[in-house]
Structure formats: structure tokens, C-alpha cells
């Protein structure tokens, strides 16, 4: 009994591939808390005049049954005005949102061109979904294009569906999406922006690197540089009411919380209030490329700067090294990422200083040599 289980643990150990769950410890190198938010204290006080003001902490149901909170339906309309979209959803996190739309929202004699670097949900969306799936090379704008023409070439009549990241999360690189809108509008396509990591970080306001538009679905995190929990999808509102229909994702999961919702609004509120933030963010980003670059990381211009290492054994005793010097960064290995780029995914935030990052310059130089 469950020695199946047991043996394959044992694999992943052999293979310097196990995970384990590991406290937060010294200085954050590690989350996606871009902007700091998650401890700000304008956040938590929004929070506190929640629960002063008597919002829920639970829903105590389902949106479509009795877990449908006036808060819910304030941040959506916040939210869509915020992102130029049309309408919004609130999903209960980024996984389900992207689960959702893709196995939803394309149908059977649809195709789905994805950039093959896109996120594990994306392809669990795509897993459950009725229609084709066609994996192209990473950011190759013409790929995309190629694999359409090609279907439409085999007799593909019904809609192209052009799923990418707007920032990749594990190379730290940006999707070309003005390509890939031109591409979308020639060939009466769709495209869906999982804009996870640009959300709070890009944009004139923090709204992220893609442009809304009638043929445009994007997923924006809460989690992330908005410092909460939980997904918004934007987009037409005849594709938000499809998905109240017909996504299983959103129809059979209780409702997020209320008082989450309220502090996502507030946290939309600090990103348009507060470019501050992102002035700062991005002179720690700047600052982070000159340093950690000398160390092979890639200085992307975003906050997402990998260390390929390659080697799993190799990567994870780096980590260790560098934790127990007191930096909180994390080995990443397959299948998050391909079989031999295992890295280091250092990661930039307002929960550092510029001297965190000197100090992880010298650092690497230690644990590296």
C-alpha cells in the first residue's frame, strides 16, 4: 500500500528533484511581492475599516448561489475601469482563472496556439479543453502566425485562440505583444495575456504591458505586486458571462473572500495612487542588472532575474549556501523548468534595499567561485 508513492518520492530525491516546504527566512529575494504591498500598512488598514465596516471574512458559498458579495461586484467594476476593459471577474486565484478561460472559453474546432514556455495552469486549461492545442517556440512571433496559416491551410475553420505571458516568470523576458495583437487582428483570432507578473509593475498606472481591445482576455493576479489573493479576468462581458455559465472553475468554487475584495480595490487605488513604488522598484531593478549580472543572471529590465546553473544538485547547494548567508532565494528545478536549466530565480522587490543587493553581489562571488 502506497509504495508507489514511496518509490517515486525516491526518484525525485535521486534526482535532486524533491521539494520540501521551507519557512520565510532573511532578506526576500524570493516572492513575487513586487511593490511590498502585502505588509503595507495603507493595505492592512483598508482591511481593518473592512472588518470595522462588517464585510464577511468567508462568502459562505458559491457566486451563483448565495456567496455573491456586493464587494465582489464593486472591485469587478473597479477592476474592468482600471484595465480598460469592458468587464471583470474575480477568481479565487490565478490557477483557476487560467484554467478556466482556457478550457472554457475556446471551443471544439477552435485551435490554441500557446507559447510553449506559458504556465503550468495554462496547460491545465488546455488539457481540459475541447480544442486543439499547438505548442510554438518561445516569443517567436512568426511561429504563431505560421501555425494558424498552417491550420487554416489543413481546413481549420473555427477561431484561433493566442495564449501568452506578457512577463515570463521563470526567464524574466517579455511577450511581443504588439506582434502578436497584429497577428490576432489578421487573423480574426483572440488573445489571451496572462499578465500575472507585469500587473502593478508595468503600465502608465501599474496596468500591466497589454492593451485592451475587443479580441483581448487578459488574467491579472492579486497575489502578486497587488499584495492580496486572487485573480481578475478582464475582457468583452459577453466572454465574463460565459464564464459565469460555463466555467467549472468559477460556477462550482465558493466565492473569494469578501474582504479580500476589498482590499484588492485598495490595492488598485495604491497602484494608480503611488508610481512612487514603481519609480523605486525599478531603480532596484536597475541597480540589480549592474551587480548580478557580472554572476551570469540575466538583467531583464523586469523583476524576474534568473541564474541558470543547470545543474539541479548544483543549484539547490547554491540556494543553501546563499539562505544560510541570510538571502531568502530559491532553486528551481524541472518540471518547472526545462531538463537542464535548473536556476536560481532571483527576484526583485521593495522588501529589499540597495544594500541587500550589494550584499547578495558579494555573496554570489563566495558561493559561485
Not at 475601469?81 to 478550457?103: D, K, M, P, Q
Request: hydrophobic share 45%.
Amino acid at each position: 500500500m502506497l509504495d508507489f508513492h514511496r518509490a517515486d518520492l525516491a526518484r525525485l530525491a535521486g534526482r535532486d528533484r524533491l521539494r520540501v516546504l521551507a519557512p520565510q527566512r532573511g532578506k526576500d529575494f524570493a516572492s513575487n511581492d513586487y511593490l511590498g504591498l502585502a505588509s503595507s500598512p495603507r493595505l492592512a488598514a483598508a482591511i481593518a475599516r473592512a472588518v470595522e465596516d462588517g464585510v464577511p471574512v468567508g462568502s459562505g458559498g458559491s457566486r451563483l448561489l448565495r456567496g455573491n458579495h456586493p464587494e465582489h461586484e464593486a472591485l469587478e467594476t473597479q477592476a474592468a475601469a482600471f484595465f480598460g476593459a469592458e468587464s471583470s471577474l474575480y477568481f479565487s486565484s490565478g490557477y483557476t482563472a487560467n484554467v478556466a478561460i482556457l478550457a472554457t472559453l475556446p471551443q471544439r474546432g477552435d485551435l490554441i496556439v500557446h507559447d510553449a514556455l506559458v504556465h503550468a495552469s495554462m496547460h491545465e486549461g488546455m488539457r481540459l479543453s475541447r480544442a486543439q492545442a499547438v505548442p510554438v517556440a518561445h516569443n517567436d512571433a512568426g511561429a504563431f502566425e505560421d501555425a494558424i496559416r498552417a491550420w487554416r491551410a489543413s481546413g481549420g475553420t473555427g477561431t484561433p485562440w493566442i495564449a501568452v505571458e506578457s512577463l515570463y516568470s521563470m526567464d524574466g523576458d517579455t511577450a511581443p505583444l504588439a506582434d502578436l495583437t497584429a497577428i490576432a487582428e489578421r487573423h480574426d483570432a483572440m488573445l489571451i495575456v496572462d499578465e500575472a507578473h507585469a500587473t502593478g509593475v508595468f503600465g502608465e498606472r501599474g496596468q500591466g504591458l497589454s492593451s485592451p481591445g475587443e479580441r483581448v482576455v487578459t488574467l491579472h493576479t492579486c497575489g502578486k505586486a497587488m499584495g492580496c489573493e486572487g485573480a481578475l479576468v478582464a475582457g468583452p462581458a459577453i466572454l465574463r458571462d460565459y464564464l459565469v455559465n460555463r466555467g467549472r472553475g468559477f460556477i462550482f468554487s465558493t466565492a473569494p473572500s469578501p474582504l479580500m475584495a476589498r482590499g484588492v480595490c485598495e490595492a488598485l487605488r495604491m497602484l494608480a495612487d503611488e508610481p512612487e513604488r514603481r519609480a523605486a522598484l525599478h531603480a532596484r531593478i536597475a541597480l540589480a542588472g549592474e551587480r548580478l549580472a557580472r554572476h551570469g543572471a540575466s538583467a531583464s529590465g523586469t523583476p524576474i532575474m534568473p541564474l541558470i546553473l543547470r545543474d539541479n544538485g548544483r543549484t539547490m547547494r547554491a540556494a543553501q549556501a546563499l539562505q544560510a548567508r541570510g538571502f531568502d532565494i530559491r532553486g528551481i528545478r524541472p518540471p518547472t523548468v526545462p531538463v537542464g536549466a535548473a536556476r536560481l530565480r532571483l527576484s526583485i522587490t521593495l522588501n529589499i534595499e540597495e544594500a541587500d543587493i550589494t550584499a547578495l553581489d558579494d555573496a554570489l562571488s563566495e558561493v559561485l567561485a
